[in-house]
T-cell receptor
């Protein structure tokens, strides 16, 4: 099936540790995105990438890092510099930047 | 982006049509109306979008008023699996990645 796969679905980490969330898409989409959703709140854009080897900061990039070495992959690293990392993280993609955005199933990160 | 206003919740009987309203009175001429839904603990699911004409796909129909200040999402035959939070958003498209989800409408389909 074509789609966006995020892993792991649930992740627990100790405070101070970096953690990397995986996002893979087989839709041949050029653009990929990472959002954060906190309980009862909307989406906030962390990073986006319009094309391979290029990415831009979103509204809340501090404490996060990304890479886009392959078209189908856009991993997100939550670093120890992120002050409130516990959240629901959503990866998304679109054919081109600005087209309809499709989401993965999300990853729950809990930092204790 | 224009703001949208949706009712906080609504109930619907299984098998009946569900009509979800959305007001976007300050929408600009180049902004599309998008609908997504989100089931708890899952990623948002794209449903449909339109600019000014009515649209229909396998999931739903979108009716946009002639002045484009409001729209209605229609789920023709609601099932229990349609229970979710439905979000109406407006976006230009190009260079518009922020997807400003509001509170949405919590739709509960009852048997």
């Amino acid at each position: 099936d074509g789609g966006i796969t995020q892993s792991p679905k649930y992740l627990f980490r100790k405070e101070g540790q970096n953690v990397t969330l995986s996002c893979e898409q087989n839709l041949n989409h050029d653009a990929m995105y990472w959002y954060r959703q906190d309980p009862g709140q909307g989406l906030r854009l962390i990073y986006y990438s319009q094309i391979v080897n290029d990415f831009q900061k979103g509204d809340i990039a501090e404490g996060y890092s990304v890479s886009r070495e392959k078209k189908e992959s856009f991993p997100l690293t939550v670093t120890s510099a992120q002050k409130n990392p516990t959240a629901f993280y959503l990866c998304a993609s679109s054919i081109l930047a600005g087209n309809t955005i499709y989401f993965g199933e999300g990853s729950w990160l809990t930092v204790v | 982006d224009a703001k949208t206003t949706q009712p906080p919740s609504m109930d619907c009987a299984e098998g009946r049509a569900a009509n979800l309203p959305c007001n976007h009175s300050t929408i600009s001429g180049n902004e599309y109306v998008y609908w997504y839904r989100q089931i708890h603990s899952q990623g948002p699911q794209y449903i449909i979008h339109g600019l000014k004409n009515n649209e229909t796909n396998e999931m739903a129909s979108l009716i946009i008023t002639e002045d484009r200040k409001s729209s209605t999402l229609i789920l023709p035959h609601a099932t229990l699996r349609d229970t979710a939070v439905y979000y109406c958003i407006v976006r230009v498209g190009s260079n518009d990645y922020k997807l400003s989800f509001g509170a949405g409408t919590t739709v509960t389909v009852r048997a």
